[in-house]
């Protein structure tokens, strides 16, 4: 497998070896993301953002009884009015 990056960061083809996960943030929509559920949820984020079309309420629902926080919100406008 090549090693590809972006700049100088590098992209992570499998599961990341990291535990400690702020966020997830979403934009698949609900039906693309079923395949993720058990790995997302095995992440333990703090939290879960939904992006504009990437809204979920059963993946939300899986979440919120994990103790994940859910947002509907746009990251890029949560990260520039300093809400993220």
């Known amino acids: 497998m090549r090693e590809e990056k972006i700049g100088e960061i590098d992209i992570i083809k ?3 070896a990291e535990t400690d996960f702020d966020t997830v943030t979403l ?6 993301q079923k395949k993720y559920y058990d ?13 504009p079309g ?3 309420p059963e993946l939300a629902k899986l979440a919120q009884q994990k103790g994940i926080e859910t947002l509907e ?5 949560t990260l520039a009015v300093g809400l993220y």
């Open 73 to 77: 919100a746009c990251t890029l406008t």
């Open 14 to 16: 499998e599961p990341p």
């Open 54 to 56: 990437a809204e979920n």
């Open 27 to 32: 934009y698949l929509n609900a039906e693309n």
């Open 39 to 51: 790995y997302i949820l095995e992440l333990k984020p703090k939290r879960i953002i939904f992006n």
